[in-house]
């Protein structure tokens, strides 16, 4: 009999990833002395500060906020929505398309969110934002692209993005400028992916070239 392979054979990095995220909000609940909230003092330092981004050069936010969540709900619904998207991603584009994604996409995500909000509220504007909900829409719509691509079935593709995007930003307080970043991180990389990995053409699409 067949057995299945267990989650850290088919998806490491996604489990990685689970792991990494709930550890680090353990650390980030002890220090806040609140497990459900996380602090805004310890959000200023790992999250995404846009002030002590711009005025003191702490660029390193961009990445450390991929990894910071706000509350224990927030870090449960994405770590839902990772496992459900990274399992499926590797198992099916690779571990290692799916590792170069996720950061791309985090990071277009920080930093769309970091370029439109200093230029509608002022660099140096109190605005704090953390997670991974752009890194996984972005390894979401990669994913999406190249099936649509592959599959020559864009409509599907563009209404599953359209449906997780809306199911992520529907509730109050989003960085509706991260979620869209990260979408567009996810899509250069698809299209790229699907540039680089086309399918071998069949003899009947030979002949009608």
């Known amino acids: 009999m067949e057995i299945r392979r267990g989650f850290l054979e088919e998806a490491p990095v996604t489990v990685m990833l689970i792991v990494l995220n709930m550890f680090i909000y353990i650390i980030l609940g002890a220090v806040s002395g609140n497990f459900l909230v996380i602090s805004s003092r310890v959000l200023m330092i790992f999250g995404q500060f846009n002030i002590a981004v ?5 660029w390193w936010q961009l990445v450390t906020s991929l990894f910071v969540h706000l509350n224990l709900m927030h870090l449960l619904l994405n770590m839902f929505w990772l496992l459900v998207i990274g399992v499926n991603f590797e198992k099916t ?6 590792t170069l994604t996720y950061f791309i996409s985090g990071l277009t995500g920080n930093i769309a969110s970091l370029i439109v909000d200093s230029i ?9 934002s953390a997670g991974a909900s752009g890194a996984i829409l972005g390894a979401a719509t990669a994913l999406a692209t190249v099936s649509s691509i592959q599959t020559g079935n864009p409509g599907k593709a563009v209404a599953y993005i359209v449906f997780l995007f809306l199911l992520n930003s529907i509730a109050g307080n989003v960085d509706i400028m991260g979620h869209l970043g990260g979408i567009l991180g996810g899509a250069l990389t698809g299209l790229i992916y699907a540039k680089l990995h086309k399918p071998p053409a069949t003899r009947e699409e030979i002949l009608y070239i």
């Not at 711009?54 to 702490?58: I, L």
């Not at 509608?120 to 704090?128: A, D, L, N, S, V």
Request: charged share 10%; glycine share 16%; proline share 10%.
């Open 120 to 128: 509608i509220f002022g660099p140096y504007y109190p605005i704090i």
């Open 54 to 58: 711009m005025r003191y050069g702490w």
């Open 93 to 98: 584009l690779g571990s290692k398309f799916f």
